[in-house]
């Protein structure tokens, strides 16, 4: 065994859900080049493939891949036992993977809808617990949620969406309290992206809207960075930081009328 391999035999593990594109892979990177080992999860396998090689290339470290619809109700169950056959025991977990349905709520499919909060909703929470259970009892760990901004208003047009998401971020600041101080828990809440989400939601971007738009390893940077600093929350962006500060002052209904006339086609 080279030196190489050592180092990477001996490294900590974590795992990234959604990590076929997007805010994912840029989750990756960061942690490969923080020297852990990883496990990507995601449906789509060649785009993880790829990246697992081009990482495994740059870096000391690990990756597996496993391919797997993190929808399915028994997914967390089913990763755990596999990562438990393989000996790998995470010490992060970045639970990244979610979509969107945008629209008016009731032109949604149904099945689609109930789909996005199978995984944005029950999916999250049940790795959280599975995972964050073990690394409890090991005394150490870092799970970092990914909300939205929209998490911080109630949203025409990604009604059910934004409602997933503050399910998202009260859980994880309520989890940091109660899985404190050896296990950190910490939300992230992006706003608009250089990637492909708001394309597959169907979601037209305005103009006026791109300001606030950030690449995806600029949103990880700033995740990373509040989960191993400790901070249970951060929104990624000083434009959205400052809508999210507003949205604690004015009533909920008025956030939802002006979030309905900014979305409204």
Do not use: C
């Amino acid at each position: 065994m080279n030196n190489r391999q050592k180092q990477a035999s001996e490294g900590e593990w974590a795992i990234i859900t959604g990590a076929s594109s997007g805010l994912g892979v840029a989750f990756a990177r960061a942690l490969a080049r923080k020297g852990y080992n990883l496990v990507l999860v995601a449906r789509r396998e060649q785009p993880m493939r790829d990246l697992a090689r081009e990482l495994e290339q740059t870096f000391p470290i690990r990756v597996m891949v496993k391919s797997q619809d993190l929808g399915d109700p028994d997914s967390a169950v089913l990763l755990q036992e596999h990562l438990a056959g393989e000996s790998i025991k995470p010490t992060v977990l970045v639970n990244n993977a979610a979509f969107a349905v945008s629209g008016l709520f009731l032109e949604q499919d149904p099945a689609r809808l109930r789909a996005m909060l199978q995984l944005n909703i029950i999916s999250l929470t049940d790795l959280t617990h599975v995972f964050g259970r073990q690394m409890v009892e090991r005394g150490k760990g870092h799970i970092l949620l990914v909300a939205s901004v929209g998490a911080y208003t109630p949203s025409p047009f990604a009604a059910a969406y934004s409602a997933a998401k503050s399910y998202v971020l009260s859980l994880g600041v309520a989890l940091d309290e109660e899985l404190g101080p050896d296990v950190r828990v910490s939300v992230v809440s992006p706003g608009l992206m250089e990637t492909e989400f708001h394309r597959v939601a169907g979601y037209t971007m305005k103009p006026s809207m791109r300001r606030s738009v950030l690449p995806p390893d600029k949103v990880a940077a700033i995740g990373l960075k509040a989960l191993f600093n400790g901070r249970s929350s951060v929104v990624a962006g000083k434009l959205n930081t400052i809508g999210a500060f507003v949205s604690r002052l004015l009533p909920r209904s008025t956030l939802a009328k002006m979030t309905y006339n900014i979305s409204k086609p």
